[in-house]
Nanobody
Framework: QVQLVESGGGLVQAGGSLRISCTAS?????MGWYRQGPGAQRELVAR?????RTEYTDSVKGRFTILRDRNTITLRMDNLKPEDTDVYYC????????????WGQGTQVTVSS
């Protein structure tokens, strides 16, 4: 069982920046961030593989950057918008196409207008 420990998040004004990080207990192929709002489905924000391959959802392209250093990923979120407010969950998977084998507990990101 891979353990995922998240850190960061919080409250920021629109246009501001935040960073959230996640560290896995062991090396795993894909790590990423998903987000979920009340009554909504959990959606991919960004993910990164050990070889550096990345994927972003369209709404964050150009504003968010996902970085990886071994077992730790960091999501750098710039130019935040109120609609980015959600609980952000770290996820990890053994393959690119099964990137959600394990989940973190979630961290709240709130963007005020």
């Amino acid at each position: 069982q891979v353990q995922l420990v998240e850190s960061g998040g919080g409250l920021v004004q629109a246009g501001g920046s935040l960073r959230i990080s996640c560290t896995a207990s062991e090396t795993i192929y894909t790590m990423g961030w998903y987000r979920q709002g009340p009554g909504a489905q959990r959606e991919l924000v960004a993910r990164i593989a050990v070889n550096g391959r990345t994927e972003y959802t369209d709404s964050v392209k150009g504003r968010f950057t996902i970085l990886r250093d071994r077992n730790t990923i960091t999501l750098r979120m710039d130019n935040l918008k109120p609609e980015d407010t959600d609980v952000y969950y770290c996820a990890a998977g053994k393959r690119w196409y099964t990137s959600t084998d394990f989940w973190g507990q979630g961290t709240q990101v709130t963007v005020s207008s």
